[in-house]
């Protein structure tokens, strides 16, 4: 079992920065595939980035990249979520996840899943 808190998330100008975190329990942390998703009014909760469990591998979402670093310690059973240049489209609610694919940018290759932080951008 894995219990995923969010935290980090709050209201910020478009052009500034964010740093999110999630912090995990249980001792098979470092076996995960650990993943960011995030979910704006109305619309379906898309993916934004993935982290392997070693770290070594990362994925991302087109619209984040060169914007948004996903990294993790897990000797601190936590995975952050750096977060640059936002947009106002960047404003959604952010979910940490956990799961046993390699770096999956799939919703249902999910087990985990933390209750999400608000991050609002305004213009």
């Known amino acids: 079992q894995v219990q995923l808190v969010e935290s980090g998330g709050g209201l910020v100008q478009a052009g500034g920065s964010l740093r999110l975190s999630c912090a995990a329990s249980?001792?098979?942390?470092?076996?995960?595939?650990m993943g960011w998703f995030r979910q704006a009014p109305g619309k379906e909760r898309e993916f934004v980035a993935a982290i392997s469990w070693s770290g070594g591998g990362t994925n991302y979402v087109d619209s984040v990249k060169g914007r948004f670093t996903i990294s993790r310690v897990n000797a601190n059973n936590t995975v952050y979520l750096q977060m640059n240049s936002l947009k106002p489209e960047d404003t959604a609610v952010y979910y940490c996840?956990?799961?046993?694919?390699?770096?999956?940018?799939?919703?249902?290759?999910?087990?985990?899943w933390g209750q999400g932080t608000q991050v609002t951008v305004s213009s």
């Open positions: 996840a956990a799961g046993p694919y390699y770096s999956s940018s799939d919703l249902s290759k999910y087990n985990y």
């Open positions: 249980g001792r098979t942390f470092s076996t995960w595939t």
